[in-house]
């Protein structure tokens, strides 16, 4: 499975973008996806999860209420909607995925088998 990220830039304060995550080479509908996040100097950490067939959606604390998943599986793609975004979401955002990842471990980098590239998402004050 390949992932490609895609849908980051600059954005002030209060803004929205969308994250998209195009999966090929598999039938990553099947696959739980996650996004994860890494600002300089920080370790990478879980944002969110869509777990696989769609049967459940997950979201770090930080971004509950602002940030939502949705899949296209017809697109074979992944959405990251952000909202009311502020100057700490900033970071490198990674689409990730795997058909192995259990309940317990889905906020875990180390769970997810493939990931995409990274697309930078910068918000201004």
């Known amino acids: 499975v390949q992932l490609q990220a895609s849908g980051g830039g600059l954005v002030q304060a209060g803004g929205s973008l969308r994250l998209s995550c195009v999966s090929s080479?598999?039938?990553?509908?099947?696959?739980?996806m996650g996004w994860f996040r890494q600002a300089p100097g920080k370790d990478r950490e879980f944002v969110a999860a869509l777990w696989r067939g769609s049967t459940g959606t997950y979201y770090a604390d930080t971004v509950k209420g602002r940030f939502t998943l949705s899949r296209d599986n017809a697109k074979s793609t992944v959405y990251l909607h952000m909202g009311s975004l502020r100057p700490e979401d900033t970071a490198v955002y990674y689409c990730?995925?795997?058909?192995?990842?259990?309940?317990?471990?889905?906020?875990?980098?180390?769970?997810?088998?493939?990931w995409g590239q990274g697309t930078q998402v910068t918000v201004s004050s």
């Open positions: 080479g598999g039938t990553a509908r099947s696959y739980t």
């Open positions: 990730a995925g795997s058909n192995g990842v259990i309940l317990s471990t889905l906020r875990q980098s180390s769970a997810y088998a493939y």
